[in-house]
């Protein structure tokens, strides 16, 4: 029998015994099986955080991040492979493309990240704060990576996906991990795996798999290690509770099954858009994945007067899916990942069943397509209905992880609030609903108990990802019964494998650990203007203070003529009294524009391409005629700006071929008292030299 490999400690290792057997979810046939006995989990941890965490903590944000770009260029080109393997999981192309394009994608997401981080091996994170009267102490936060290893224990229903969103975020902040997956379908992960540590692309140590009991692995871990989860809340809850993660204080993320819900609005009638639009959602998130979703919906709530309408067009909808084998094309909906998954669904659905009925579809029959329905793990779906929801709460407490779904009545709006909490806690909820006036009050009122809310209508629907979609740049997760925890985010997901550090000291000194500048310090000569050196040349802290420029009345009047910007504060006939003003102010806007005539350097072509932007403006004083403006401009900081990547040549645009990098400048605006007037970071796109 073929049995799975473990990479471990830079090799592929068998595991002893027999290990557990795993099978087609389509055929019913034995694929191969899994072991992991023998293994020495605290050698494996070792070698995370002595040879794959120094590799990774070396390189900065910047090279990690074009670190996962490779790595998700090179799966892509596996594709076939992967998609193959996937059909023996019991998933259609449909399910396939969410499972593995959509992991692939995460790491495209997390590698644009970098460009939020500097190219350092750490960041700062958050404002600086002056802490002295004369400006000579302050503080500022950094986060740098931590010197253990991410554990990720993964669900079965998406191998690929819960694999590669989370060793992203881990990856990109520094940190190596170990991957646990489940093993009723790791024979896919570890599909993929091998890919990746083929590719070469990774750092020896940064990636390891285990295909099999996790064994005592949790009990090697330490208070610079982060354990994630994704499975049963039952499960999650045993695995926090290990003596080490509490003693250690190690963090732990969970994303448990959740009862989530979707809510009918008031408004919504037969024929309306939104009506259709609320019954594809539930079809789709019922068969999709077989209903084997951390995300699914698993309550529908609809107003008492419209459940039979309701009911019987889920039920409609759903006789229109064709059952079977996933790799033939006219079918929709899969099997289950095994028939250990088909049995425990049927028994959560029989605990259903002592408080509801079902009004869609059978546990006992289901007709497949180019299958066997006994040999395969196939289900029928599963429409039920609870009439009386706040009594009969089974609905809110037992989880049928697949095709299953319960309908259930409300009054009013406030009542389908209540009954959304109900679910202790949820990954996502979805209101369907043309009024924007219920949409704000369901989102008010049930925010708290859900990591994510949809609102759905025919404005967004065609665009829109769904309700059981979680995406790279936004929270996942939920509090209560989906675990409290929250992944992925943006750069929220890549902080918790940080550590926040408070930083303490005078402005030059912080500056010159952190590589920026920071307001106050000792600013540098830079030899020759600035704007006259190449990308490599520039210093964080060079430094130009200019002459000085008399601001008149005319040249104020000549502004607003220009600009049109006629505001009473810039018209010298104002009665100025019960203002803000004394007399005349100039625009802001016309000394930042003043400002750019100061210091830059514009007398013969130098290497700044182009300004980028304005960041953090601020006029902080008014500035009337009489008054003597200076700037002083410093480097803040420098961003490398990757060759763009253009596959299709008609695409290529001027300036694609040029290499460098984006330049921050802190431009402080100076009055005749030295007092500051004004500030703002502006950018410009600087050329390399070589």
């Not at 644009?112 to 350092?120: V, W």
């Not at 609809?302 to 006789?319: H, P």
């Not at 407490?397 to 009545?409: H, K, L, N, R, Y």
């Amino acid at each position: 029998m073929n049995k799975l490999g473990n990479y471990i400690t830079g090799n592929w290792i068998i595991g002893d015994g027999d290990g557990q057997t795993l099978y087609n979810a389509v055929t019913g046939e034995s694929i191969g099986a899994a072991s992991t006995k023998g293994l020495d989990f605290k050698s494996i941890t070792d070698y995370a955080r002595t040879v794959g965490n120094p590799a990774l903590r070396k390189m900065t944000f910047h090279a990690r991040g074009n670190m996962l770009k490779a790595l998700a260029l090179h799966l892509r080109n596996h594709l076939d492979k992967f998609y193959a393997i996937s059909y023996q999981t019991g998933a259609t192309k449909a399910d396939s493309w969410v499972d593995i394009e959509g992991g692939i994608g995460n790491l495209f997401s997390n590698a644009s990240l970098r460009r939020k981080f500097p190219d350092e091996v750490f960041c700062i994170d958050g404002e600086s704060h002056n802490l002295s009267e004369h400006k000579t102490f302050m503080g500022t936060h950094i986060l740098s990576p931590k010197e253990g290893v991410a554990i990720h224990i993964n669900a079965f229903n998406f191998p690929v996906w819960g694999m590669l969103e989370k060793i992203a975020v881990n990856l990109l902040a520094g940190m190596p991990c170990i991957v646990k997956p489940a093993t009723v379908t790791s024979y896919l992960t570890e599909a993929v795996v091998k890919e990746i540590i083929a590719s070469k692309i990774l750092p020896e140590g940064a990636l390891q798999l285990v295909c099999g009991s996790a064994g005592d692995l949790l009990d090697h871990v330490t208070s610079q290690d982060v354990v994630t989860f994704t499975g049963s809340a039952s499960t999650g809850l045993m695995l926090k509770s290990n003596p080490i993660i509490l003693r250690e204080a190690v963090p732990f993320n969970m994303e448990a099954d959740s009862l989530n819900c979707i809510v009918m609005g008031e408004d919504v009638e037969p024929g309306m858009p939104e009506w259709d639009i609320f019954i594809k959602e539930i079809r789709k998130e019922m068969t999709l994945k077989a209903g084997q979703r951390c995300t699914g919906i698993r309550r529908i709530f609809v107003q008492e007067n419209k459940m039979e309408d309701v009911w019987k067009a889920i039920g409609t909808s759903l006789s229109q899916t064709v059952i079977g084998n996933p790799l033939n094309t006219k079918v929709r909906m899969g099997s289950l990942a095994g028939q250990s998954q088909r049995k425990e669904v049927k028994e959560q659905v029989q605990k259903l069943l002592a408080s509801s009925q079902i009004v869609y579809g059978s546990l006992d029959s289901v007709d497949v397509v180019d299958a066997d329905g006994n040999k395969g793990a196939f289900m029928s779906p599963v429409l039920l209905m609870n009439e009386n929801p706040f009594a009969a709460t089974a609905a809110h407490e037992v989880e049928a992880f697949g095709p299953v779904s319960t309908i259930m009545p409300f009054k009013n709006l406030e009542e389908a609030v209540e009954l959304s909490k109900l679910g202790k806690g949820s990954l996502c909820s979805t209101i369907v609903t043309a009024d924007y006036k219920q949409a704000r009050q369901y989102v008010i009122g049930a925010a708290t108990h859900h990591g994510r809310i949809l609102v759905l209508n025919n404005e967004c629907a065609k665009e829109s990802t769904g309700h059981g979609s979680p995406l790279p740049l936004l929270v996942h997760g939920g509090p209560g019964r989906a675990g409290g925890g929250e992944e992925m985010g943006g750069i929220r997901g890549v902080k918790p494998y940080l550590q926040r550090t408070a930083l303490q000291g005078s402005p030059t000194t912080i500056t010159a650990i952190t590589n920026v500048y920071q307001p106050n310090a000792k600013g540098k000569d830079p030899g020759k203007h600035p704007f006259t050196k190449y990308f490599e040349e520039l210093v964080i802290g060079d430094q130009i203070i200019t002459e000085k420029r008399v601001i008149t009345a005319e040249d104020i009047d000549k502004f607003a003529d220009l600009s049109g910007d006629h505001f009473y504060a810039h018209i010298k006939t104002t009665d100025f009294t019960g203002t803000m003003f004394e007399q005349q102010v100039a625009h802001g806007y016309f000394i930042m524009s003043l400002a750019a005539g100061l210091f830059v350097d514009s007398y013969e072509k130098n290497p700044v391409l182009l300004n980028y932007g304005i960041d953090e403006l601020r006029f902080t004083k008014p500035v009337y005629p009489g008054a003597e403006v200076y700037i002083r401009f410093t480097c803040k900081e420098k961003l490398p700006n990757d060759k763009r990547v253009v596959e299709n040549p008609e695409d290529f645009k001027r300036g694609d071929d040029i290499e460098k990098g984006i330049v921050k400048w802190l431009v402080e605006f100076f009055d005749e008292t030295d007092e500051i007037t004004g500030v703002a970071t502006i950018l410009t796109m600087v050329a390399r030299k070589i």
